[in-house]
Structures are given as structure tokens and as C-alpha cells.
């Protein structure tokens, strides 16, 4: 079982430059979420999509826009990156919103902005 | 302000030396309280969710439990292998939206 995909794994960015992530579940779940996590900031919610055709604000939305693509893919852009968009990003899927074994995570993009 | 504080930030154990993890949490309306595991350079991993006070959660050495204010991760007789950063989150509302903690970096040396 793949779980929660993300890819890259690792970005090297220049500030202005644009990029996608992408990230995509095969265990058919409804709800999709992007966090990023800051050392000392824990994880932050940057949109969510509670499911397919719906999508949300989290937290810190600016500077980033979402597609919920299709029911399996999610994907985070940055239009114009920012130093202070370096973070780790984690993508993550649930079954429902209110589901109560919580969320299943991708291992992460590790992006700099330079 | 939903908030969740955990502490410590960071615990260093000796394999065997049992300890807890606090989360504090202020939610209004909590819907539930989760518990994951981090190990470096990969995504949080699923532990536990918990839904009222008094509700008690384990596996192998790791016990969660709940009151209307805090939650505890106590660890008994832990090893090596148990050292990873702990993160704790709070479900509040209809959102489902979860809210996590810093998350506290457990080291437990043989």
C-alpha cells in the first residue's frame, strides 16, 4: 500500500520562482489537507479539502492555492516563493472529515526558497 | 483561540526510566484528541485518538489518556527504539480540521 504519495521530496526554489506539489491517496478517502511544520511552530494547516470539489482555508493560506484535482490528488502551489515559505510540507488524507483514526501522512517536501 | 501546548519540548530517558508527555489543550467543543508519532525526515504516524475524560488508550509501552483539560502519553520501560517526536493534536468543530502541538522530542538512550 503506497498510503499518501507527495513528490518532490526535496525543492530548491528561487525566491519568484512558481511550483507545484504534488500529492495523491489511493485509499479512496474524501478529506485532503496540506500542512506545512516550522521548527518550534508544530504543523500548520495551509488548506484542506473536506471533499472532491470543496476546498478550504486552513490557517496560513497566503502566498499558496490548492486544486483538488479528482478524488485522489491535492496538489499545493506557490505562485511566486518566498523565503519564508522554507518549510517541510506534508500532504495527508482522511476518510471523512470527522474521521476518528485521524489522518494518513505523506513522508514530506523538504522545499528551500533561496 | 483553539491552542495545544505540549511539554516538555524535549526528554531524554534512559532505556527503562518510565516518564509522561503533557499536551494542554483550550478548544471549544473538543471532538477529539490524537496522539501521532514523527520519526525524523518522515511524516507523522497515527497512535491514538481519545473522545472524552477518563478515556484511557495503550500500545506495547505507550498509554494515552484524557482529562477535560490535558492529555498524557505515558511511556513505561521505554526503549531505544521508542525515541521519536511525539505530537499531540486536538479535533474541534465540524471542520474536522486538526490543531497540532510543538510536539515533544523524546531521546531514550541505552
Known amino acids: 500500500n503506497a498510503g499518501v504519495t507527495q513528490t518532490p521530496k526535496f525543492q530548491v526554489l528561487k525566491t519568484g520562482q512558481s511550483m507545484t506539489l504534488q500529492c495523491a491517496q489511493d485509499?479512496?478517502?474524501?478529506?485532503m489537507y496540506w500542512y506545512r511544520q516550522d521548527p518550534g511552530m508544530g504543523l500548520r494547516l495551509i488548506y484542506y479539502s473536506a471533499s472532491e470539489g470543496t476546498t478550504d482555508k486552513g490557517e496560513v493560506p497566503n502566498g499558496y492555492n490548492v486544486s483538488r484535482l479528482n478524488k485522489r490528488e491535492f496538489s499545493l502551489r506557490l505562485e511566486s516563493a518566498a523565503p519564508s515559505q522554507t518549510s517541510v510540507y506534508f500532504c495527508?488524507?482522511?476518510?471523512?472529515?470527522?474521521?476518528?483514526?485521524?489522518?494518513?501522512f505523506g513522508s514530506g517536501t523538504r522545499l528551500t526558497v533561496v | 483561540e483553539d491552542q495545544v501546548t505540549q511539554s516538555p519540548e524535549a526528554l531524554r530517558l534512559q532505556e527503562g526510566e518510565s516518564s509522561s508527555l503533557n499536551c494542554s489543550y483550550t478548544?471549544?467543543?473538543?471532538?477529539?484528541l490524537f496522539w501521532y508519532r514523527q520519526d525524523p525526515g518522515k511524516g507523522p504516524e497515527f497512535l491514538f485518538t481519545l473522545y472524552s475524560a477518563g478515556e484511557e488508550k495503550e500500545k506495547e509501552r505507550l498509554k494515552a489518556t484524557l482529562t477535560k483539560k490535558e492529555s498524557f502519553l505515558h511511556i513505561t520501560a521505554p526503549k531505544p527504539e521508542d525515541s521519536a517526536t511525539y505530537l499531540c493534536?486536538?479535533?474541534?468543530?465540524?471542520?474536522?480540521?486538526?490543531?497540532f502541538g510543538q510536539g515533544t522530542t523524546l531521546q531514550v538512550k541505552p
Open positions: 495527508a488524507s482522511s476518510e471523512s472529515p470527522m474521521a476518528n483514526y485521524g489522518y494518513t
Open positions: 493534536a486536538v479535533q474541534a468543530g465540524n471542520t474536522g480540521k486538526l490543531i
Open positions: 485509499m479512496n478517502h474524501n478529506s
Open positions: 478548544v471549544s467543543g473538543l471532538r477529539g
